[in-house]
């Protein structure tokens, strides 16, 4: 049914340099705002991802899109469960795997949690914002804001500069990288949310790496 959807709407692709960048020599970690999934699953399919869920039942809905879709989908979360998502996530990673989560806390104000950059310190993957929006749109009465594009929406999807974390990275180091995934994403949805709009676009950035 998404894949049915999908094929209706016109899809605009940016900043590919960055996933190619973040993908070379390293696993990638996607990296996307709560309630921006359903934009972002169809381009993402069939690449064996492994994607965190939670056990509420947002996560297994969440599953039940994305696991059709050639995805993995790994239960867990950053606040009720992250001991046994980061280790399941970060097994996932040793078999080579590239993973994807959702880095924002549960609520409406956007804030990264920790469990993203200790995971990419871990694993050598490199962190990549991910942007995605669509006009027109529907948005359910939920706490994200679930998007769900009409058909034959436009749909817009940026990639941002990616962030790498040395595995002997301190705790201020790794907080940075926490800070800098967070102001990537943000930058990138107000670019994105502009040009939908018929704004002017504005650079996403440079690469960051943290000491």
């Known amino acids: 049914m998404i894949e049915t959807l999908a094929r209706t709407w016109e899809i605009r692709v940016e900043g590919e340099e960055h996933l190619a960048r973040a993908r070379d020599g390293c696993g990638v970690l996607y990296c996307f705002w709560h309630g921006r999934m359903l934009e972002l699953a169809p381009l993402h399919a069939n690449r064996r991802i492994g994607i965190l869920v939670s056990g509420h039942p947002d996560g297994l809905m969440a599953a039940r899109i994305v ?36 880095p924002d806390a549960h609520s409406d104000v956007h804030r990264v949690l920790p469990g993203a950059a200790a995971l990419a310190r871990r694993t050598g993957h490199a962190l990549l914002p991910v942007a995605a929006g669509a006009r027109p749109r529907r948005r359910v009465e939920s706490w994200d804001r679930f998007e769900i594009p009409w058909p034959g929406a436009r749909v817009h999807i940026l990639y941002g500069p990616p962030v790498w974390i040395p595995a002997e990275a301190d705790p201020e180091a790794t907080r940075e990288a926490s800070r800098a995934l967070e102001r990537g994403l943000r930058a990138l949805h107000v670019r994105v949310e502009a040009e939908l709009d018929g704004g002017v676009a504005r650079p996403a950035g440079e690469a960051v790496v943290v000491r």
Do not use: H
């Open 67 to 102: 696991g059709p879709l050639g995805y993995v989908p790994i239960l867990g979360s950053q606040r009720r469960n992250p001991v046994a998502g980061f280790r399941a996530m970060l097994r996932y990673a040793r078999q080579g795997g590239d993973l994807a989560l959702t």
